[in-house]
């Protein structure tokens, strides 16, 4: 299991986004990915690998832990940054994490 | 540029059968795996199934497992989902995805809802 804290995080752009993702049972090989959406879109790759950025996503946007926790981190939040963001690990089978929505 | 285009969605009835395609462009198709996840407001992100670059290989979660089956024609470069034995909480809105080595998932088809009602 997948669990994302904050469930909300609201910030204003510029500032600085931590989201946690934190799993019940370790994840081997840092087999850990982020994904961002936007209302009425599908889920984008951000991050895979625990920190590998996803092709076209901007260096703002770093993931990094190991084992059961797992950061993504927003350094300096744009307005189109304003989303949900979903954790996955696919270690054992593959499960997402419940959600952290981005909000002004 | 990578393309995904789900049909064959719509509504179901309990019990009942809905089969979903997915056409896939720009990308050499049959050097990858293919899944089909779905999202609910209640449940979030499930995988839902995937299948290997030649189709001998197949997974399932397991609340679909013996009613949905997964499959590939690589020469029309398509993966389907037949989806037998529909239940209510299997409405959802499905995605056809590219899996990269049976891990994460790189590019995400639009969407295709599925609704399972009487």
């Known amino acids: 299991v997948l669990t994302q804290s904050p469930g909300t995080l609201s910030l204003s752009p510029g500032e600085r986004a931590t989201l946690s993702c934190r799993a019940s049972?370790?994840?081997?090989?840092?087999?850990l990915a982020w994904y961002q959406q936007k209302p009425g879109q599908a889920p984008r790759l951000l991050i895979y690998?625990?920190?590998n950025r996803a092709t076209g996503i901007p260096d703002r946007f770093s993931g990094s832990g190991s084992g059961t926790d797992f950061t993504l981190t927003i350094s300096r939040l744009e307005p189109e940054d304003f989303a949900m963001y979903y954790c996955?690990?696919?270690?054992?089978?593959?499960?997402f994490g419940q959600g952290t929505r981005v909000e002004i | 540029e990578v393309q995904l285009e789900e049909s064959g969605g719509g509504l179901g009835q309990p019990g009942g059968s809905l089969r979903l395609s997915c056409l896939a462009s720009?990308?050499?198709?049959?050097?990858?795996?293919m899944s089909w996840l779905r999202q609910t407001p209640g449940k979030g992100l499930e995988f839902v199934a995937n299948?290997?670059?030649?189709?001998?290989?197949?997974y399932y979660v397991d609340s679909v497992r013996g009613r949905f089956t997964i499959s590939r024609d690589n020469a029309k470069n398509s993966v389907y989902l037949q989806m037998n034995s529909l239940r209510v909480e299997d409405t959802a809105v499905y995605y056809c995805?590219?899996?990269?080595?049976?891990?994460?998932?790189?590019?995400w088809g639009q969407g295709i809802l599925v609704t399972v009602s009487s």
């Open positions: 995805v590219r899996d990269v080595d049976h891990g994460h998932f790189d590019f």
């Open positions: 299948i290997n670059e030649v189709g001998r290989e197949k």
């Open positions: 996955q690990q696919y270690d054992k089978s593959k499960t």
């Open positions: 049972q370790s994840v081997g090989g840092r087999y």
């Open positions: 720009g990308f050499t198709f049959r050097r990858y795996w």
């Open positions: 690998h625990t920190s």
